[in-house]
């Protein structure tokens, strides 16, 4: 089946500390890959849409330059937390999908980030 | 705009009994269905879905689900639920009316299968 990798799966780090999280599709290509933003007890945030090749597609009250996004290629994509604080503590999420009609979106394991 | 709903934020049921973990949507072009398993502290696991075509759809582990046009209703079901079958449970809808449409996900439904 349909494989992303993510890592790293937990940082701990400094406030101010920029941190990247990467996420590939292993055995697909992705055309479109998706951030999310997990809180605890809590369902998926969508933070922003990735289109190889393309700049990242934000949804509101995500800000852009806080989160930089990547997807260089059809089966890398970055998300870079920039000077990070400890409100930016949470479990973010990678998905991809491929291209053909209906494809699942598929996620990796998730990344939890603790800023301190 | 599209939505999902799943009315229960927790299903209890004995292990060997049939479990159903229900699901409804809201979205104004094709709707395209999934339902997603999430372990403690892991992504989420795509377990089937519905695109088109026959209207019950079999998935992994065993799983399996309904989609209803005229209750708007993808409720997911399996004969004989396992300990293992605990976790959290979402189910989501894109508008497969476009080739960009993005998942929406239900707030989840947490499973749990007593021994």
């Known amino acids: 089946g349909a494989v992303v990798s993510q890592h790293p799966s937990r940082v701990i780090c400094k406030s101010g500390t920029s941190v990247k999280i990467e996420c590939r599709s292993l055995d697909f290509q992705a055309t479109t890959m998706f951030w999310y933003r997990q809180f605890p007890k809590q369902s998926l945030m969508l933070m922003a849409t990735s289109n190889e090749g393309s700049k990242a597609t934000y949804e509101q009250g995500v800000e852009k330059d806080k989160f930089l996004i990547n997807h260089a290629s059809l089966t890398l994509s970055t998300l870079t937390v920039t000077s990070a604080h400890p409100e930016d503590s949470s479990f973010y999420i990678c998905?991809?999908?491929?291209?053909?009609?209906?494809?699942?979106?598929?996620f990796g394991d998730g990344t939890r980030l603790s800023i301190l | 705009a599209q939505s999902v709903a799943q009315p229960e934020d927790q299903v209890n049921v004995a292990e060997g009994n049939p479990l159903t973990v229900k699901c409804t949507y809201s979205?104004?072009?094709?709707?395209?269905l999934f339902w997603y398993v999430q372990y403690p502290n892991r992504g989420l696991q795509f377990l089937l879905k519905y695109i088109t075509g026959d209207n019950l759809v079999k998935g992994s582990y065993g799983f399996e689900a309904e989609f209803n046009k005229s209750q708007t209703s993808f409720h997911l079901k399996k004969p004989s639920a396992l300990v293992s079958d605990s976790a959290l449970y979402f189910c989501?809808?894109?508008?497969?009316?476009?080739?960009?449409?993005?998942?929406?996900f239900g707030q989840g439904t947490i499973l749990t299968v007593h021994p």
């Open positions: 989501a809808v894109r508008d497969g009316s476009t080739s960009y449409g993005k998942l929406t």
């Open positions: 979205v104004s072009g094709n709707p395209y």
């Open positions: 998905s991809a999908r491929g291209t053909g009609v209906g494809q699942p979106q598929h």
